[in-house]
Antibody, heavy 119, light 106 residues
Framework: QLQQSGPGVVRPSQTLSLTCAISGDSVSNNEVAWNWIRQSPSRGLEWLGRTYYRSSWTTDYAVSVKTRITIYPDTSKNQFALHLNFVTPEDTAVYYC???????????WGQGTLVTVSS | DIQLTQSPSTLSASVGDRVTITCRASQSVSSWLAWYQQKPGKAPKLLIYKASSLETGVPSRFSGSGSGTEFTLTISSLQPDDFATYYCQQYGDYTTFGQGTKLEIK
């Protein structure tokens, strides 16, 4: 199960920060990856990036947000986080954390967090 | 990025109908394609992965086929619970999603 937390409103030019707490699995599981995906009426479902552990930690980011995004694991809390810098109203969306298992099934999704970028 | 185009964008059908949704990729994704169902206010739910494999717990009236650049999702006999929006997803090259097909009651 994935439980998301974070603010629902972020000011323009500030940083959007969300966390995804994992239960029933481990963020260090070397057969899964942990993704962030967002959904908006204008952009549809958009993959933002992922982090995963094999023999070391790896992150991959979408080109569209690569200069503004950080995804990182917190092994002490068994969770992973999303930071998106310098947000604009175009970053307004429902954000989901998603588990991707070894056969590339995106099988578990968080409940979604609506983040509105507004002053 | 690999682009996915779904058709139709909207589909009107009745309970008991057989319906098919198509997803076309801008380049080959082999069989790395999944289908999701989404209802308002909920996260997408995985139905089909690897083009034709049925996710555990998903009714057998759902089926997927295709490879390369053309894929289909078929619902053999629509049930009231099936009216929702459906998305295809490729994961041959990172991941992208189609724009969605809204399945409405006729």
């Amino acid at each position: 199960q994935l439980q998301q937390s974070g603010p629902g409103v972020v000011r323009p030019s500030q940083t959007l920060s969300l966390t995804c707490a994992i239960s029933g699995d481990s963020v260090s599981n070397n057969e899964v990856a942990w993704n962030w995906i967002r959904q908006s009426p204008s952009r549809g479902l958009e993959w933002l990036g992922r982090t995963y552990y094999r023999s070391s930690w790896t992150t991959d980011y979408a080109v569209s947000v690569k200069t503004r995004i950080t995804i990182y694991p917190d092994t002490s809390k068994n969770q992973f986080a999303l930071h998106l810098n310098f947000v604009t109203p175009e970053d307004t969306a429902v954000y989901y954390c998603v588990r991707e298992e070894v056969t590339k099934r995106f099988d578990y999704w968080g409940q979604g967090t609506l983040v509105t970028v507004s002053s | 990025d690999i682009q996915l185009t779904q058709s139709p964008s909207t589909l009107s059908a009745s309970v008991g109908d057989r319906v098919t949704i198509t997803c076309r990729a801008s380049q080959s994704v082999s069989s790395w394609l999944a289908w999701y169902q989404q209802k308002p206010g909920k996260a997408p739910k995985l139905l089909i992965y690897k083009a034709s494999s049925l996710e555990t717990g998903v009714p057998s009236r759902f089926s997927g086929s295709g490879s390369g650049t053309e894929f289909t999702l078929t619902i053999s006999s629509l049930q009231p619970d099936d009216f929702a929006t459906y998305y295809c997803q490729q994961y041959g090259d990172y991941t992208t999603f189609g724009q969605g097909t809204k399945l409405e009651i006729k």
